[in-house]
Nanobody
Framework: QSHVVESGGGLVQPGGSLRLSCAASKFILDVYAIAWFRQAPGKEREGISCITSSGLTANYADSVKGRFTISRDNTKNTVYLQMNSLKPEDTGTYYC?????????????????WGQGTQVTVSS
């Protein structure tokens, strides 16, 4: 059973922006690290960004540093991924995942619960 639900994907032109949302229970956000992964067609799933349960530490893949920002809104029990300056290579299915631990990881195997994914397509 998934602990999270993603939303916010869509079609956007290069250079545009999108904001993805990951909704979870308050317990999940208070205790678990939350991460965003991306899987492009024919490629392995890769870690994009992660935020600790405290919200004090966030990590980013080199490919998205300076363009993507992960944040959390405790009043809405939601983690966001703000994506700016989007490129065609950002195209893929984006997944939100929870780790049964408060600190982050970039490895798929360290996360126990996954959302259904939301499609992001960057194309002119």
């Amino acid at each position: 059973q998934s602990h999270v639900v993603e939303s916010g994907g869509g079609l956007v032109q290069p250079g545009g922006s999108l904001r993805l949302s990951c909704a979870a229970s308050k317990f999940i956000l208070d205790v678990y690290a939350i991460a965003w992964f991306r899987q492009a067609p024919g490629k392995e799933r890769e870690g994009i960004s992660c935020i600790t349960s405290s919200g004090l530490t966030a990590n980013y893949a080199d490919s998205v540093k300076g363009r993507f920002t992960i944040s959390r809104d405790n009043t809405k029990n939601t983690v966001y991924l703000q994506m700016n300056s989007l490129k065609p290579e950002d195209t893929g299915t984006y997944y939100c995942a929870t780790r049964d631990y408060r600190y982050c990881s970039k490895y798929v195997g360290d996360f126990q619960s996954w959302g259904q994914g939301t499609q992001v397509t960057v194309s002119s």
